[in-house]
């Protein structure tokens, strides 16, 4: 089988083998990823936790499956199961595209490179197309290693003779194929048609912010799509705008279409999987090939130094000059260094979630809604994720080789340091957070309730931001957690579980609280002692503290002592 | 004055720097030399507080400059040999940074950036990413950044590089102005013509230890030699150029 993989790889152009080994390792996008990533490292790890994913995958349906006996629940999980794997398999698919942003489009490097080469255009689209989807298909078949082999047997699991129940098998992986097709497709067309009908500047820009809006749009639909889990809930009108709009649906469709197990009033959600399948990968190759005629030109006549947006890029002032200084430059490694800010999208995506499904809930809404946990718990962890994310994206530096600069200005004393920090927190995720609750909150009543829920709110941010302050005597974006020294997810997560069960008993006193006014005022009094008991701390801490800075390591000149 | 005594850094105790001393008077340019891994920027670093020193003390105006770092960096300008900047930032957006890092009047500082940026032809590509720029730019946005806050001790190591020939010309006679105006400046270079054009005295370091600090006019009439370029290949140079530069030649053609 090697062999045979060997000569076939062989009868390929040597300049597109050359060029796809290249493409591949560089298909992960650097910026995104981390300042020194280690590509094929990330691709092992990537590729063993998809594998991993799909045996729990397996084995949780097959233990569902064999457990539930009643027919109507087991159609039910089969659904929910069937619908779940095509999610979620489109958001990996999605997440992959989202990191290996760009990679087929030829950069400045490439052109400068190889437009002196006598390699034709062609062959440096395929090669990077090829790298692309390899990757891609990595992701698709890993996730789907032990589930897509073993779960389509009892996905399909029909009456009938024995090689009928394979028949769902090839439906099952063309459904994920087409699903992944779509929707990488999709991002190409998008980026391809972009990048024809606008100037190559504006064009680079707006891609940056695609790229995040992609981020956003990928994990905000997977975890606000509501699951429709029954035949009744498939069939009523209501529901009809979710399988109409929703993608994972379509290929959901298409699949128990070729597989024989879709009812026809439903058959109108498969055809729409074609037809946009059809036309996302239509698009795709079209605007594929334009770009490549249109955009290398481009790429080669573009300027070095491009104009920057003026004074125009104003951001608020915060305090005095320090406060100043890190909160602008916070924001601004925020929104224009691609790692923090597809960093940052991915807790602003469980933020922006929460916030559609309470949008939702108010849209459905006919009358003002009585205040409840319904409010109480999205606002609640719409806080704790713009906080904690904010406080860890902090720690992915910008340039540690930059570094010297704030320390040969550092002539004012720690704690200013720690108060610029705080300001900066405050200022990027508690009061938008806090602002976007407020605005959600308008049609719940009674509203003095509701202002008083702003009001712990607000303090449950400035609680959240005093203890990210804890021990980070650093200036953001300059120091990194390394490795071995902390596990930056493993604290985040770890956090996150902490702060939930503390939440949940608090926002169970908070809606009595909210209903008594000795108890509500004692609420208060509590908050405001942490916040200024861990505001005092903090302040007392950092008076004591070193600023670090973290920076390449000096050389260090070493020998290898042969003479001893 | 900035005074070093007996100062030294070692690395993994291999020693860098070592056992240096001498002294930067106010209203002189101190040129200090050396081949390349000599230690002077290492010594820059040890004079700036980026890294600590193994042994010896530093002075500035006869105080200890441990004994009140901020109030000593507060009267550093520093140009690193490596233009490192944050370049996600705008020139404009990066000095007004350091301004405000450093504490200075907004509006003061706003006018002196500005006029900076003008006199070093920048005001142009003042709101343009740094990551665009040329290195000469990039020097002349760390050459504003150091001398914004009007500092006493000023130290330039390798302050031309990347710069073309009219700015050159121009730092030349800015670094001779800031001395006559009173700064105490310690210049680094490989330039040496032009070390010899705008210094009153030099330092030069080999292998890491002091093997001269004398006037240049000094150490022409001790050495009788005509140049400082003489000099210094006299005293830092170990390998024979003309050979050298014959064997590599050879080595293309054989």
Known sequence: ?564 | MLELRSVSKRFSGIAAVDDVSFSARAGEVTGYLGPNGSGKSTTMKMITGLIERSEGHIFFQGKPIEDDLIAYKRRLGYVPEEPYLYTHLSGAEYLTMVAQLRDLPARQSAERIDGMLRLFSLHGDRHASISGYSKGMRQKVLLIAALMHNPQLILLDEPFSGLDVASSLVLRRLIQELAARGKVVLFSSHELDTVERICSRVVILHHGKLVADDSIERLRSLMELPTLEKIFSQLAVEQDTDRMAREIVDLIYA
Request: charged share 10%; glycine share 6%; aromatic share 12%.
């Open chain 1, 1 to 564: 089988m090697h062999d045979l993989i060997q000569r076939l790889v062989a009868r390929l152009p040597l300049d597109f083998r050359v060029l796809y080994g290249q493409f591949l390792l560089r298909v992960i996008d650097l910026e995104a990823l981390s300042i020194q990533a280690d590509v094929p490292g990330f691709l092992g790890q990537f590729a063993g936790v998809l594998i991993m994913l799909s045996l729990v995958h397996s084995v949780v349906t097959y233990v569902g499956y064999v457990y539930i006996t009643e027919a109507h629940e087991r159609m039910a999980f089969l659904l929910h199961i069937q619908h779940y794997l095509i999610a979620t398999t489109m958001l990996v698919v999605g997440l992959a595209t989202v990191i290996s942003w760009d990679a087929t489009f030829p950069d400045r490097r490439d052109v400068m490179v190889l437009s002196s080469l006598p390699i034709a255009p062609r062959t440096i689209l395929l090669a990077k197309m090829a790298a692309s989807i390899g990757v891609l298909g990595l992701a698709v078949f890993t996730l789907n290693v032990a589930s897509g082999l073993m779960l389509p047997l009892i996905l399909g699991a029909q009456p009938g003779p024995v090689l009928g129940q394979f028949q769902s098998i090839p439906a099952w992986w063309f459904a994920l194929i087409a699903a992944s097709a779509f929707l990488y497709g999709s991002v190409l067309t998008v980026q391809g048609f972009t990048a024809l009908l606008l100037p190559r500047r504006i064009f680079l820009r707006l891609s940056a912010f695609l790229q995040l809006a992609a981020f956003g749009v990928f994990l905000g639909v997977y975890f606000v799509q509501p699951s429709l889990t029954t035949p009744a809930a498939l069939a009523a009108p209501g529901n009809q705008w979710i399988l109409a709009s929703s993608p994972s649906y379509w290929f959901w469709a298409m699949f128990n279409q070729m597989n024989g197990t879709l009812p026809a009033q439903l058959f109108w959600v498969a055809h729409r999987a074609w037809i946009w399948l059809g036309l996302a990968v239509s698009g795709a190759v079209l605007s594929m090939m334009l770009c490549y005629l249109r955009t290398m030109k481009k790429t080669v006549e573009e300027p070095d130094l491009v104009p920057g947006a003026g004074s125009f890029s104003w951001v608020p002032r915060v305090g005095n000059s320090l406060q100043n200084a890190v909160a602008q430059f916070s924001i601004r490694s925020l929104t224009r260094c691609r790692q923090h800010r597809v960093a940052y999208a991915f807790y602003l995506a469980f933020v922006f979630a929460l916030a559609f499904s309470l949008l939702r809930t108010e849209t459905a809404a006919t009358a003002p809604i009585p205040l409840s946990l319904v409010l109480l718990a999205p606002t609640f962890l719409m806080m704790l994720f713009a906080v904690m994310g904010l406080r860890n994206v902090f720690s992915l530096p910008i340039s540690l080789t930059a570094n010297w600069v704030l320390r040969t200005t550092q002539v004012r004393p720690p704690e200013k340091y720690v108060a610029a920090t705080r300001a900066t927190l405050l200022l990027f995720a508690v009061a938008p957070a806090w602002l976007l609750s407020a605005a959600l909150s308008l049609r719940f009543r009674p509203v003095i309730q509701v202002a008083g829920h702003l009001v712990v709110l607000a303090l449950v941010g400035c609680i959240l931001a005093e203890v990210c302050l804890i021990g980070f005597y650093k200036v953001p974006f300059t120091c990194s957690f390394l490795p071995g020294r902390a596990n930056v997810q493993l604290t985040f997560w770890g956090s996150v579980m902490v702060m939930f069960t503390v939440f949940i008993p608090c926002m169970q006193f908070e809606q009595s609280a909210l209903h008594e006014a000795n108890k509500f005022g004692f609420l208060v009094c509590i908050l405001v002692g942490c916040a200024l008991a861990l505001f005092a701390y903090n302040d007392h801490r950092g008076k004591s503290a070193v600023i670090h800075f973290e920076e390449i390591p000096d050389e260090v000149i070493t020998t290898l002592k042969l003479n001893a």
